[in-house]
Protein backbone atom coordinates (compact mmCIF):
# COMPACT_ATOMS: atom_id res chain seq x y z
CA UNK A 1 0.00 0.00 0.00
CA UNK A 2 1.04 3.87 -0.66
CA UNK A 3 0.24 6.23 0.80
CA UNK A 4 -0.61 9.40 -0.59
CA UNK A 5 -1.66 12.88 1.31
CA UNK A 6 -5.18 14.23 0.68
CA UNK A 7 -3.62 17.50 0.36
CA UNK A 8 -0.72 19.92 0.45
CA UNK A 9 -1.74 21.23 4.05
CA UNK A 10 -4.00 17.87 5.17
CA UNK A 11 -1.84 16.01 7.83
CA UNK A 12 -4.54 12.77 6.99
CA UNK A 13 -3.02 9.92 4.80
CA UNK A 14 -5.58 8.33 2.57
CA UNK A 15 -4.23 4.99 1.76
CA UNK A 16 -4.46 3.74 -2.20
CA UNK A 17 -4.08 -0.15 -2.86
CA UNK A 18 -1.84 -1.26 -5.33
CA UNK A 19 -4.85 -1.97 -8.15
CA UNK A 20 -6.03 1.22 -7.93
CA UNK A 21 -4.17 4.16 -9.00
CA UNK A 22 -4.73 7.87 -7.63
CA UNK A 23 -6.08 8.59 -11.18
CA UNK A 24 -8.85 6.14 -10.71
CA UNK A 25 -11.18 7.81 -8.50
CA UNK A 26 -14.92 6.71 -9.05
CA UNK A 27 -16.56 9.09 -11.99
CA UNK A 28 -17.89 12.59 -10.00
CA UNK A 29 -21.23 12.94 -10.24
CA UNK A 30 -23.66 16.11 -9.34
CA UNK A 31 -26.08 16.12 -6.59
CA UNK A 32 -29.36 14.89 -7.13
CA UNK A 33 -31.46 17.62 -8.57
CA UNK A 34 -34.78 18.90 -6.67
CA UNK A 35 -37.93 18.12 -9.38
CA UNK A 36 -37.80 21.93 -10.30
CA UNK A 37 -33.75 21.89 -10.97
CA UNK A 38 -34.39 18.60 -13.30
CA UNK A 39 -37.10 20.44 -14.89
CA UNK A 40 -34.86 23.64 -15.78
CA UNK A 41 -32.12 21.49 -16.63
CA UNK A 42 -34.13 19.70 -19.11
CA UNK A 43 -35.42 22.89 -20.58
CA UNK A 44 -31.95 24.29 -20.54
CA UNK A 45 -30.78 20.87 -22.64
CA UNK A 46 -33.38 20.91 -25.20
CA UNK A 47 -32.69 24.74 -25.46
CA UNK A 48 -29.18 24.06 -26.57
CA UNK A 49 -30.07 21.22 -29.06
CA UNK A 50 -32.51 23.73 -30.93
CA UNK A 51 -29.95 26.40 -30.45
CA UNK A 52 -27.67 23.78 -32.53
CA UNK A 53 -30.13 22.94 -34.98
CA UNK A 54 -31.43 26.69 -35.98
CA UNK A 55 -28.19 27.46 -38.22
CA UNK A 56 -28.17 24.37 -39.65
CA UNK A 57 -31.65 24.83 -40.81
CA UNK A 58 -31.60 28.30 -42.25
CA UNK A 59 -31.00 27.93 -46.11
CA UNK A 60 -29.77 31.04 -48.39
CA UNK A 61 -33.25 31.04 -49.84
CA UNK A 62 -34.37 31.90 -46.24
CA UNK A 63 -32.86 35.02 -46.00
CA UNK A 64 -35.04 38.16 -46.33
CA UNK A 65 -34.58 40.02 -49.94
CA UNK A 66 -34.87 43.87 -50.43
CA UNK A 67 -37.99 44.76 -52.71
CA UNK A 68 -36.92 45.97 -56.13
CA UNK A 69 -37.33 49.51 -57.16
CA UNK A 70 -38.91 49.94 -60.49
CA UNK A 71 -36.94 52.07 -62.89
CA UNK A 72 -39.87 54.58 -63.00
CA UNK A 73 -39.06 54.79 -58.56
CA UNK A 74 -35.61 55.53 -59.56
CA UNK A 75 -35.98 58.01 -61.69
CA UNK A 76 -37.70 59.96 -59.44
CA UNK A 77 -35.72 58.93 -56.61
CA UNK A 78 -32.83 60.80 -58.57
CA UNK A 79 -34.41 63.90 -59.39
CA UNK A 80 -35.14 64.52 -56.00
CA UNK A 81 -31.77 64.27 -55.44
CA UNK A 82 -30.31 66.25 -58.06
CA UNK A 83 -33.13 68.69 -57.44
CA UNK A 84 -31.98 69.18 -53.51
CA UNK A 85 -28.87 67.33 -53.06
CA UNK A 86 -27.79 66.07 -49.88
CA UNK A 87 -28.62 68.40 -46.60
CA UNK A 88 -25.27 70.28 -45.36
CA UNK A 89 -24.91 70.86 -41.44
CA UNK A 90 -24.32 74.20 -41.18
CA UNK A 91 -24.10 76.03 -37.97
CA UNK A 92 -27.87 77.60 -38.29
CA UNK A 93 -29.26 74.60 -40.72
CA UNK A 94 -32.08 74.10 -38.34
CA UNK A 95 -33.17 77.77 -38.96
CA UNK A 96 -32.93 77.84 -42.92
CA UNK A 97 -36.07 77.59 -44.69
CA UNK A 98 -38.31 77.25 -41.83
CA UNK A 99 -41.28 78.76 -43.74
CA UNK A 100 -41.07 76.39 -46.34
CA UNK A 101 -41.68 73.57 -43.94
CA UNK A 102 -44.51 71.25 -44.46
CA UNK A 103 -45.15 69.14 -41.04
CA UNK A 104 -48.00 67.15 -41.45
CA UNK A 105 -46.95 65.83 -44.95
CA UNK A 106 -43.22 65.32 -43.90
CA UNK A 107 -42.11 63.68 -40.47
CA UNK A 108 -38.46 64.91 -41.93
CA UNK A 109 -39.63 68.58 -41.53
CA UNK A 110 -41.73 68.05 -38.35
CA UNK A 111 -38.50 67.05 -36.78
CA UNK A 112 -36.47 69.83 -38.11
CA UNK A 113 -39.11 72.25 -36.84
CA UNK A 114 -38.88 70.55 -33.25
CA UNK A 115 -35.14 70.53 -33.38
CA UNK A 116 -34.76 74.16 -33.82
CA UNK A 117 -37.05 74.91 -31.40
CA UNK A 118 -35.64 73.20 -28.91
CA UNK A 119 -31.91 74.31 -30.13
CA UNK A 120 -33.32 78.09 -29.83
CA UNK A 121 -34.65 77.22 -26.25
CA UNK A 122 -31.08 74.99 -25.17
CA UNK A 123 -29.18 78.39 -26.78
CA UNK A 124 -31.16 80.40 -24.41
CA UNK A 125 -33.14 82.66 -27.09
CA UNK A 126 -36.06 82.90 -26.00
CA UNK A 127 -37.51 85.33 -28.63
CA UNK A 128 -36.45 82.62 -31.17
CA UNK A 129 -37.63 79.63 -29.42
CA UNK A 130 -40.79 81.73 -29.06
CA UNK A 131 -41.50 82.36 -32.58
CA UNK A 132 -41.02 78.63 -34.17
CA UNK A 133 -43.34 77.58 -31.55
CA UNK A 134 -45.87 79.89 -33.40
CA UNK A 135 -44.91 79.48 -36.54
CA UNK A 136 -45.30 75.37 -35.95
CA UNK A 137 -48.28 76.13 -34.87
CA UNK A 138 -49.52 78.13 -37.53
CA UNK A 139 -48.01 75.17 -39.76
CA UNK A 140 -49.98 72.46 -37.73
CA UNK A 141 -52.37 74.51 -38.27
CA UNK A 142 -53.57 74.81 -34.67
CA UNK A 143 -53.41 77.11 -31.64
CA UNK A 144 -51.31 76.13 -29.11
CA UNK A 145 -53.07 78.35 -26.41
CA UNK A 146 -56.38 76.52 -27.17
CA UNK A 147 -55.95 72.57 -27.87
CA UNK A 148 -52.43 72.37 -26.07
CA UNK A 149 -53.32 71.69 -22.88
CA UNK A 150 -56.08 69.78 -23.71
CA UNK A 151 -53.70 67.35 -26.44
CA UNK A 152 -51.41 67.30 -23.45
CA UNK A 153 -54.09 65.65 -21.14
CA UNK A 154 -55.04 63.29 -23.51
CA UNK A 155 -53.82 62.21 -26.46
CA UNK A 156 -56.40 60.14 -27.24
CA UNK A 157 -59.57 62.66 -26.26
CA UNK A 158 -62.16 62.60 -29.14
CA UNK A 159 -63.65 65.57 -27.45
CA UNK A 160 -61.86 68.77 -29.34
CA UNK A 161 -62.84 70.54 -32.55
CA UNK A 162 -59.88 69.43 -34.45
CA UNK A 163 -58.48 65.71 -34.51
CA UNK A 164 -54.62 65.73 -35.95
CA UNK A 165 -53.34 62.33 -36.19
CA UNK A 166 -51.32 60.60 -33.34
CA UNK A 167 -47.97 61.42 -34.21
CA UNK A 168 -48.85 64.95 -35.36
CA UNK A 169 -50.57 65.51 -31.87
CA UNK A 170 -47.23 64.22 -30.11
CA UNK A 171 -45.44 67.17 -32.33
CA UNK A 172 -48.15 69.50 -31.23
CA UNK A 173 -47.79 68.78 -27.47
CA UNK A 174 -44.11 69.17 -27.67
CA UNK A 175 -44.26 72.46 -29.12
CA UNK A 176 -46.74 73.19 -26.24
CA UNK A 177 -44.33 72.15 -23.86
CA UNK A 178 -41.57 73.75 -25.52
CA UNK A 179 -43.58 77.23 -25.39
CA UNK A 180 -44.69 76.77 -21.99
CA UNK A 181 -41.02 76.67 -21.00
CA UNK A 182 -39.84 79.85 -23.08
CA UNK A 183 -42.58 82.02 -21.90
CA UNK A 184 -41.85 80.94 -18.38
CA UNK A 185 -38.18 81.43 -18.72
CA UNK A 186 -39.12 84.78 -19.92
CA UNK A 187 -41.09 85.59 -16.73
CA UNK A 188 -38.10 84.45 -14.56
CA UNK A 189 -35.57 86.43 -16.41
CA UNK A 190 -37.99 90.15 -16.68
CA UNK A 191 -38.06 89.81 -12.69
Known sequence: MTSIPKSPTSSKIDTVSPLQSPSS??????PPLSPIQQVQHEDSEQKLDTDQQQPSQQTPSQTKKRKPQTAEEYAHQLDLWRSSGPQINTESWLYEDVEKLNPIESKV?????????????????????????????????VDLDEVGDAMKQDLQSTSRRKRLGKKHERSVVDLYDIKQRCLSRMKVEQQ
Open 109 to 141: DSAKLLHACEKAYYLRDWEKCLSLCNLGARLFD
Open 25 to 30: HPPHQS
